[in-house]
C-alpha cells in the first residue's frame, strides 16, 4: 500500500505487479536481506582455478554445501595481462554460524582436494550499487557501478547480536521468500506467536 502510494496506483496493483515479476523470472526472491555478520556468521568469497573441462564436476562437489551461494565460472580477470592460468575461474561464496565457519571452509577443501582453494575473506565493506539504464534493451543495457563506504552498516569487526529463539525464528521466517498478497507479516506473526 505505501509503495502504491508512492506511485498513485494502488495496493492490489503492486502485489500484481510483483507476482507478474516473478512469473516472468525477472524477480526470483521477495524478503528480507540480513546482515548475516550481525546474526553471528561468516562468510568468505572463494576461488578455485579449474581445468575447463572440469568445472562441472567441481562445481556439482561445492554447490550442495548449504553454505554455498553465488557458485559460478569466471574468466580472464587480469585483463589478459599474465597468461591466466594461475586465477581463479570458478567463484563461490561461502557463509556459515562463525563457530562453524573454520570446520565448513576445511570441508570443502577436502571435497575439492587437489584443486588449490583461495580463501578471501572480507577485510572492510563496500555497497556496490549497480543501476541499469531501463531505456536501454536487455541485451544493449549499460551497466554503471560504483563502489562506495558501507556507511550505514555496521563495522566488520561489530560484534554479533545475541537473538533468543524466538527472535532468531523471526529471522527464518522473514528470509523465506514472501508473499506479496497475504500479509506475508501477519503469517509470520500467527507462525512465531507474536502480534
Known amino acids: 500500500a505505501a509503495i502504491g502510494a508512492k506511485f498513485g496506483i494502488s495496493e492490489e496493483d503492486i502485489v500484481n505487479r510483483i507476482q507478474f515479476f516473478f512469473e516472468t523470472g525477472k524477480a526470483r ?24 573441462e572440469r568445472i562441472d564436476e567441481v562445481a556439482g562437489l561445492i ?40 570446520n565448513e571452509i576445511a570441508l570443502i577443501r577436502e571435497k575439492v582436494s587437489g584443486d588449490q582453494l583461495l580463501v578471501l575473506p572480507a577485510k572492510r565493506r563496500f555497497k556496490i550499487q549497480v543501476i ?48 506479496p498478497a497475504a500479509h506475508p507479516i501477519k503469517a509470520i506473526a500467527a507462525k512465531t506467536g507474536l502480534n
Open 29 to 52: 526472491r521477495f524478503g528480507a536481506v540480513f546482515d548475516s555478520h550481525l546474526l553471528g556468521y561468516r562468510s568468505t568469497l572463494c576461488g578455485i582455478r579449474i581445468a575447463t
Open 63 to 102: 554447490i550442495p554445501f548449504m553454505s554455498v551461494t553465488h557458485c559460478y565460472r569466471r574468466e580472464r580477470l587480469d585483463n589478459g595481462a599474465s597468461s591466466g592460468n594461475e586465477l581463479p575461474n570458478l567463484w563461490f561464496t561461502v557463509t556459515a554460524r562463525a563457530d562453524l565457519y573454520e
Open 132 to 179: 541499469l539504464d531501463p531505456k536501454l534493451s536487455h541485451h544493449g543495457a549499460q551497466v554503471m557501478s560504483h563502489h562506495i563506504p558501507h556507511a550505514d552498516a555496521p563495522d566488520i569487526n561489530t560484534p554479533a547480536l545475541v537473538l533468543n529463539e524466538k527472535e532468531k525464528e523471526v529471522v527464518r521466517q522473514l528470509q523465506n521468500n514472501l508473499s
